[in-house]
């Protein structure tokens, strides 16, 4: 490995000379496989989101299109940042200023290289541009573009071929077939992503910084989010095992070969989770990295939140909880509309609004699991090819397959033997690179630290609040609740969590979303206001509290802990 760099490390873009880890430790935490980046981020995905922006209307063809590195992201030491410089464009363009995105995006941080300003940010057109898509964000019901994505990602699913009849050769095409379709797949992401922000912001203007209600407390569940979608079908599941005495008895035994005894000796059963697999098997801890496992590559992932779920009662159920989600923003919409009254204008502002930002939310989760359900597909053919490479003796197992970079695939299919020992070397790399503590922020043009010189995780530390301490992040989803902190790195990781703990977390992805039916509360220490986190827990009606830097080395595991989702504050008891 290069002290400078790692093997995916891709070079900045001069014009747009800011990058950050804010927002993309949210999607990649850890740093990604090299066949993750070489075959989808690098010539896809960043590609992807660049012209997103060109068709948002914020950035021109040239500036997505011309340019040295894509402005969209980047990546350095393994780890993915996100452009800073394109997302200030796009705020000086619409009129709130490049300082309004760094609050909106990281909280002004102090660390964050102040924009430089150019002749070329200031451009009327796309102003124009700017403020039509916002009149669109705002009352439209529909989103034709997703729509499209969300039929061909289905249809690649639906039209998988049987992997098994498939040559290693055929195993490779098929995987990088997805490659363009990821790239289509990060229109609607951006597009959802960003103008998901809108609504927000308006009912903030409406609301004032002085009014009793937020905007968490008015927003409330966006209805039919696919991310809530497995928490139902994992409780509906539940349901079953907790009413049978059979099927409590295989899941008292332990995850460890459960889904063998559950396919041997409960086979209608066997059948419903099957189901549950084929539609929502695409979900995984990290599952914007190919490499990384889901559902359908681990199913001992689902079948572990499957067993944490099965022990609640009846009265815990999702769609109840979602229920009171909805009445305390039904309550909250009231309140605000009755001090409005007879202010006609903006009566009809804080309703368009409140259905715009439900709307994005929902669209915004859509759009992710679309982009997800391609790198799936490419996963699944790869972990078939490294499985037989594993068999013949080249890797130490399927998963190693994901050291390899695209180009070197054909190696691996003619001639295997060459590519193990270089396989083995790159994953201890990777492995090493976990406990690198990188910069918050990049600036093109200036010296990078080598990977030598940087710090380890294991040397950065937080102080341990004590009991009384009150901690504050970002209101996510309102209510109040108490239980004993369990802190979880890993949504695998979830023996010890039980119901009614508050889920301590980096931060989340949709695969941890059944653990918050569990949870009485969710604390993380990432997160913006549209984040996964903030959008789920509001649908599942769980207090949350997002935004809180180190939480996970702040708050001890065990801690009793009241978590006010209205006001953001963790307070240790």
């Not at 939140?305 to 815990?316: G, H, I, P, T, V």
Request: net charge negative.
């Amino acid at each position: 490995m290069s002290d400078e760099k790692w093997c995916i490390d891709t070079g900045l873009a001069i014009q747009f000379p800011v990058y950050t880890r804010f927002n993309a430790n949210d999607v990649l935490p850890d740093p990604i496989t090299p066949l993750g980046a070489s075959m989808f981020w690098n010539p896809e995905m960043f590609p992807g989101g660049s012209l997103a922006y060109a068709e948002l209307g914020s950035a021109t063809a040239v500036e997505a299109i011309e340019n040295e590195a894509w402005p969209f992201g980047a990546f350095c030491y393994g780890y993915l940042y996100v452009n800073v410089t394109m997302a200030r464009l796009v705020g000086i363009r619409s009129g709130i200023g490049w300082e309004g995105i760094d609050a909106a995006f990281f909280g002004s941080h102090p660390d964050a290289p102040l924009h430089k300003d150019l002749p070329t940010d200031i451009n009327p057109e796309l102003s124009q541009k700017i403020a039509d898509r916002t009149t669109w964000t705002l009352t439209t019901s529909t989103f034709p573009e997703l729509d499209e994505e969300t039929r061909i990602a289905d249809g690649l699913r639906a039209s998988r071929p049987d992997f098994s009849t498939l040559t290693n050769a055929a195993l490779v095409a098929y995987a990088r077939s997805m490659m363009p379709y990821s790239r289509l797949m990060w229109r609607g992401e951006v597009v959802a992503g960003s103008q998901a922000a809108i609504g927000p912001a308006v009912v903030m203007s409406i609301l004032g910084p002085d009014n009793p209600v937020n905007v968490v407390d008015i927003t409330g569940p966006a209805g039919d989010v696919v991310s809530a979608m497995p928490s139902y079908a994992l409780w509906d599941m539940s349901r079953l095992v907790r009413a049978s005495a059979p099927l409590t008895k295989a899941f008292d035994e332990g995850i460890e070969g459960l889904n063998e005894r559950l396919r041997a000796n409960h086979p209608d059963f066997a059948q419903h989770f099957a189901a549950f697999i084929r539609e929502f098997g695409y979900r995984g801890p990290s599952e914007w990295d190919m490499g990384a496992d889901s559902w359908e590559t681990k199913p001992e992932l689902a079948l572990s939140l499957l067993d944490r779920m099965r022990q609640l009662e009846d009265s815990a159920s999702p769609a109840a909880r979602r229920a009171e989600s909805a009445e305390r923003s039904e309550r909250a919409y009231a309140q605000v509309t009755a001090s409005l009254a007879g202010a006609d204008e903006a009566l009809a502002t804080l309703r368009m609004g409140v259905d715009s930002a439900r709307r994005f939310a929902g669209w915004r989760e859509l759009a992710k699991s679309n982009c997800i359900k391609v790198i799936n597909e490419a996963r699944a053919a790869m972990l078939e090819f490294g499985g037989r490479l594993a068999a013949q003796g080249h890797l130490s197992d399927a998963s190693q397959i994901f050291m390899a970079l695209n180009d070197e695939l054909e190696m691996l299919v003619y001639g295997p033997s060459r590519m193990t020992e270089k396989l083995a070397e790159r994953e201890n790399e990777w492995r090493a690179l976990f406990d690198v503590e990188i910069p918050l922020f990049l600036e093109a043009g200036k010296p990078m630290k080598k990977l030598s010189e940087l710090p380890r995780k294991t040397d950065v530390s937080f102080d341990v609040a004590k009991s009384g301490d009150v901690l504050t992040g970002t209101p996510a989803s309102s209510g109040v609740a108490r239980g004993r902190a369990r802190i979880i790195l890993d949504p695998g990781q979830i023996a010890d969590f039980e119901p009614g703990d508050v889920l301590i977390a980096p931060q989340t992805d949709p695969s941890w979303t059944p653990l918050f039916v569990v949870a009485s509360a969710v604390v993380v220490g990432v997160g913006a206001l549209s984040s996964h986190a903030m959008i789920v827990s509001r649908e599942l009606g769980i207090p949350c509290v997002a935004g809180l830097e180190g939480v996970t080395k702040r708050i001890p595991d065990g801690a009793m802990v009241e978590v006010d989702g209205s006001t953001g504050a963790v307070t240790l008891l």
